[in-house]
């Protein structure tokens, strides 16, 4: 058997020559006639039993498919090389993804205009490579690439392979690649697509420090979004990132990305705390810098509704700086309450408006305070209650503006029907009357059908209940009432919250459900009363239905508080 020098300069079996050169001359035919296969033309799909053997990586096998492949189809060597599987994968693409080093390099050695050859990603062969981890196939790939340089190559989802060697954090792939960008003066302009940094995610740092050691051009690279290393680490949280990119260059904390955005401003929009107070520490200015819209650190949090980092701001920073940071306004004039209002982040807003120093006053470009944003339609969102950040906001003393209420209804919210608030909002009004109203009639009905029934008119005392004197009658008939009368209150409250006033609408959808709380709570005490009256001496049944009903009211129970404390209301 022969042998020959293979592409990495190792000595491998030498494939059968008089085969290779057979194929290659079978169907050849006159240049003025050679077609290429088109679109449509089944000859261009890769045939089945060609791509198996590739997978299996047998040299022999493969070959033996080709040739039976050729003959069949009376198809050239070369258009049989232009055959790909249905996701665009040519038989290099498959060889690579496989980890086939033998037939890959067969491949190579005859056919090398494959290695750019992309698939319906537009990925390369060292995409694949690089995807699956092949770590022998992406040597031989990269020592082969000459003047394509195609280890910059982006595919479609503009993912270079030193972006996937990143993602996949594969360090000896990574580690490749890295030697081979380092082999190239001009690297750094010549890499395409996303950042590699931006793959790293919740990486360690180990291997920020990799990247930067071997590449240190990278530091300052901006990737498609403008935005730095530095950009990425704040992203992601990355506090050790965040401190190695800064002792390496303190100034990228200082470089804006295509938005405009500082890293701090990032991290704030990510909700990172930590990586905040590392670029603070190093540069205090950061705190009250802008972006391109004029937003400072915390318009970005509340707009995002991180709370913890808006606590933290509103915590550590100076008494003047924190005047000035929560009654900054960005170019259309909204203060961060305005933003917080605007995308319905009621939390954060329990958080501004906590604060005394902020001027709750304050109107934007439109002439609208924080309430008036609050209450357009476009500022609800469908899984949070409409009015909820209205309740905080009016509860704050937030005024609404003269100028909203002297403007038409189309003028207060253009394209809505109805003035002021959406039509939704009262739809939520109408639901809980509904909701009140049958409370009204389950509990009005069972005053009337007491469990255990009355006396009657031959017994002592005609008319009366007959488990007057029992202890748990005496809590059905407590608890039946309280849920009567709370429910008839939320349905009065509820009645006054028509109309247009948005103040009167809030109070009412607050008060009335706390009204259908306490009426939910006691119809189920009222319910667990009258089951236990009504079952008498049937000890087992009676322990198993308390059993039950203790589990769910306490459930209940927690439920209501929990919301309470948040702010929350039904």
Not at 126 to 139: D, P, S, Y
Not at 306 to 329: A, D, F, M, T, W
Request: glycine share 6%; charged share 20%.
């Amino acid at each position: 058997m022969d042998h020959a020098i293979s592409i990495d300069g190792s000595v491998t079996r030498a494939m059968p020559d008089e085969r290779i050169e057979a194929l290659k001359a079978r169907y050849v035919r006159a240049p003025d006639h050679q077609q290429q296969l088109e679109d449509g033309d089944l000859n261009q799909i890769m045939d089945c039993y060609l791509y198996e053997a590739t997978k299996e990586g047998d040299v022999e096998k493969f070959i033996h498919t080709l040739e039976k492949v050729s003959e069949s189809r009376k198809l050239a060597l070369s258009l049989i090389f232009d055959q790909v599987t249905p996701s665009g994968n040519s038989l290099l693409h498959v060889a690579a993804s496989s980890g086939n080093d033998d037939v890959m390099e067969l491949i190579l050695i005859h056919f090398p205009n494959t290695l750019t050859r992309k698939n319906s990603l537009e990925e390369t062969p060292l995409h694949v490579a690089v995807q699956e981890g092949r770590i022998n196939a992406t040597k031989k790939l990269i020592h082969l690439e000459t003047d394509s340089e195609i280890i910059y190559w982006k595919n479609k989802n503009s993912k270079s392979p030193l972006y996937l060697a990143a993602e996949t954090g594969d360090m000896t792939i990574l580690g490749l690649l890295l030697e081979a960008y380092a082999r190239d003066e001009a690297y750094a302009a010549k890499i395409q697509g996303m950042s590699p940094f931006a793959a790293l995610k919740d990486r360690k740092s180990g291997i920020w420090k990799e990247i930067i050691d071997k590449l240190p051009k990278l530091l300052n690279l901006k990737g498609e979004d403008g935005g730095t290393p530095l950009h990425s680490a704040a992203s992601v949280g990355n506090v050790e990132a965040v401190q190695f990119l800064l002792s390496k260059c303190s100034y990228l904390a200082l470089q804006t990305d295509n938005n405009g955005s500082y890293p701090i401003h990032i991290a704030c929009e990510h909700g990172h705390v930590e990586t905040t107070q590392v670029l603070v520490k190093m540069w205090p200015d950061l705190a009250e810098i802008k972006n391109k819209k004029g937003q400072n650190i915390l318009h970005v949090a509340a707009k995002g509704g991180n709370k913890r980092v808006v606590r933290h701001i509103l915590n550590k920073c100076g008494q003047p700086n924190v005047e000035k940071l929560v009654n900054s306004q960005d170019i259309d004039g909204n203060t961060p309450l305005h933003l917080a209002s605007m995308h319905n982040h009621w939390r954060v807003l329990g958080s501004l408006t906590k604060n005394k120093r902020i001027n709750l006053q304050l109107l934007n470009n439109d002439n609208l305070t924080a309430l008036d944003v609050a209450m357009e339609p476009q500022s609800f969102r469908m899984n949070d209650p409409a009015l909820r950040g209205g309740e905080i906001l009016i509860k704050a003393g937030v005024p609404q503006s003269k100028v909203r209420d002297l403007r038409s209804p189309k003028e207060q919210s253009p394209g809505a029907s109805e003035p002021y608030h959406a039509k939704w909002v009262q739809d939520e009004i109408n639901t809980r009357l509904v909701v009140a109203t049958l409370v009204i009639s389950v509990t009005f009905a069972a005053g009337f059908t007491l469990p255990g029934g009355y006396n009657q008119s031959d017994d002592g005392n005609p008319g009366v209940a007959t488990m007057l004197d029992h202890g748990v009658f005496k809590l059905f008939v407590i608890s039946d009432t309280l849920a009567m009368y709370n429910a008839i209150l939320a349905v009065v409250t509820l009645l006054r919250g028509h109309g247009s006033n948005i103040h009167r609408t809030a109070k009412a959808h607050h008060h009335a459900g706390g009204c259908l709380y306490r009426a939910f709570i006691s119809m189920a005490v009222a319910f667990l009363a009258a089951l236990i009256v009504s079952l008498g001496k049937l000890s087992w049944l009676t322990m198993l239905v308390l059993f039950i009903a203790v589990i769910y009211i306490l459930n209940l129970l927690f439920y209501v508080s929990s919301l309470i404390s948040t702010g929350h209301n039904f």
